[in-house]
T-cell receptor
Framework: EAGVVQSPRYKIIEKKQPVAFWCNPI?????LYWYRQNLGQGPELLIR????????DSQLPKDRFSAERLKGVDSTLKIQPAELGDSAVYLC?????????????FGPGTRLTVL | EDQVTQSPEALRLQEGESSSLNCSYT??????LFWYRQDPGKGPEFLFT???AGEEKEKERLKATLTKKESFLHITAPKPEDSATYLC???????????FGKGTTLSVSS
């Protein structure tokens, strides 16, 4: 079974530039999560989708971050414009449903460096 | 405020030297406590879920236990391949998000 796929794995950009991350969850998983993990910290939830609907985006900085999940499958997370403090690993995860947090399967993440 | 604290931050063991990692939490009405393993450059990998005090789960050399205020991850006779960062998380009070600790980085030398 293929795992959660993320691309790119690494991204280096100048501040004020836009950047986008892509995630393909495990087939059949209705729930998709985006997390941000700063160095030496645990992941922090940015947004959670149930199918196409964003059901929890309370931690998403909406002035510069946006996300979408078209057709309830792939998802894209965008930052525009990026700031120095956005440097982190952005993790995507999926699970069968949001009723249980058992076995969230994580992708390898995208490491973003903002110069 | 829902919070998870893990200790120690880092732990160095010799192969075969058993030890325990601690995860203390503050959340009203625990809905679930989760242990993950994270290798460098990879996403977290699910290990265990515990739901109620007194519950225990085992997987190979790992055993997770839960009390009303904390959880322990016991590592018996560790091997170098057990080296990783171990993350603990709880469901927040609303049951809508996982709250992660900072993790314990375990290094096992042969």
């Amino acid at each position: 079974e293929a795992g959660v796929v993320q691309s790119p794995r690494y991204k280096i950009i100048e501040k004020k530039q836009p950047v986008a991350f892509w995630c393909n969850p495990i087939s059949g998983h209705n729930t998709l999560y985006w997390y941000r993990q700063n160095l030496g910290q645990g992941p922090e939830l940015l947004i959670r989708y149930e199918n196409e609907e964003a059901v929890d985006d309370s931690q998403l900085p909406k002035d510069r971050f946006s996300a979408e999940r078209l057709k309830g499958v792939d998802s894209t997370l965008k930052i525009q414009p990026a700031e120095l403090g956005d440097s982190a690993v952005y993790l995507c995860a999926s699970s069968l449903s949001g009723d249980t947090y058992n076995e969230q399967f994580f992708g390898p993440g995208t490491r973003l460096t903002v110069l | 405020e829902d919070q998870v604290t893990q200790s120690p931050e880092a732990l160095r063991l010799q192969e075969g030297e058993s030890s325990s990692l601690n995860c203390s939490y503050t959340v009203s009405g625990l809905r679930g406590l989760f242990w993950y393993r994270q290798d460098p450059g990879k996403g977290p990998e699910f290990l265990f879920t515990l739901y109620s005090a007194g519950e225990e789960k085992e997987k190979e050399r790992l055993k997770a236990t839960l009390t009303k205020k904390e959880s322990f991850l016991h590592i018996t006779a560790p091997k170098p391949e057990d080296s990783a960062t171990y993350l603990c998380a709880v469901l927040n009070q609303a049951g809508t998000a996982l709250i992660f600790g900072k993790g314990t980085t375990l290094s096992v030398s042969s």
